[in-house]
T-cell receptor, first 109, second 117 residues
Framework: KNEVEQSPQNLTAQEGEFITINCSYSVGISALHWLQQHPGGGIVSLFMLSSGKKKHGRLIATINIQEKHSSLHITASHPRDSAVYICAVGVTSYDKVIFGPGTSLSVIP | KAGVTQTPRYLIKTRGQQVTLSCSPISGHRSVSWYQQTPGQGLQFLFEYFSETQRNKGNFPGRFSGRQFSNSRSEMNVSTLELGDSALYLC????????????????FGPGTRLTVL
């Protein structure tokens, strides 16, 4: 079992839809990152969370430390949101970062 | 403020050769991390440098090495290239070093796409 899992693996949505991407992990963490990677490779850091919830524009990220689960929500999705979304966790026990496999999102006009 | 730059952007090498990739962080950033991304393994942490010292290292063989200069620019080197080293190599810079491999805010470069034939 992978230490960091994401679901769904692929997601196609119509413009305007509410989107949820999930990340589950099995290790103790210090923080969790949500990253966005556009075609061509460029990565943007969206959020870093250690508890609770953060919001930036149409993006909302939540984390439940007890359940070892985080969600990334996109409200009123737009074609420019089409990208791969990657969750990454900082593992305190061995001072490393582990990345999830990514969720590929395609938003259709 | 200029972003993180990586050179070269694309590189083709043959098995057995060695390669050096360069990363220039955002001005004022002292931490540089390197990552490898492949279709099979996804993103994997290679190492992190802060103030010219390697602070953290991922599970990669000794063929992968790096260094950081006094101006915070960093290079990574891969010796005796193998086909499996074909990947997108990304670097990211941040103001401070990470406590557990993940820092407060990292800014990623565009990556160097290495193809090993």
């Amino acid at each position: 079992k992978n230490e960091v899992e994401q679901s769904p693996q692929n997601l196609t949505a119509q413009e305007g839809e509410f989107i949820t991407i999930n990340c589950s992990y099995s290790v103790g963490i210090s923080a969790l990152h949500w990253l966005q990677q556009h075609p061509g490779g460029g990565i943007v850091s969206l959020f870093m969370l250690s508890s609770g919830k953060k919001k930036h524009g149409r993006l909302i990220a939540t984390i439940n430390i007890q359940e070892k689960h985080s969600s990334l929500h996109i409200t009123a999705s737009h074609p420019r949101d089409s990208a791969v979304y990657i969750c990454a966790v900082g593992v305190t026990s061995y001072d490393k970062v582990i990345f999830g496999p990514g969720t590929s999102l395609s938003v259709i006009p | 403020k200029a972003g993180v730059t990586q050179t070269p952007r694309y590189l083709i090498k043959t098995r057995g050769q060695q390669v050096t990739l360069s990363c220039s962080p955002i001005s004022g950033h002292r931490s540089v991390s390197w990552y490898q991304q492949t279709p099979g393994q996804g993103l994997q942490f290679l190492f992190e440098y802060f103030s010219e010292t390697q602070r953290n290292k991922g599970n990669f063989p000794g063929r992968f090495s790096g260094r950081q200069f006094s101006n915070s620019r960093s290079e990574m080197n891969v010796s005796t290239l193998e086909l499996g080293d074909s990947a997108l190599y990304l670097c990211a810079s941040s103001l401070q070093f990470s406590l557990a491999g993940i820092s407060n805010e990292q800014f990623f470069g565009p990556g160097t796409r290495l193809t090993v034939l």
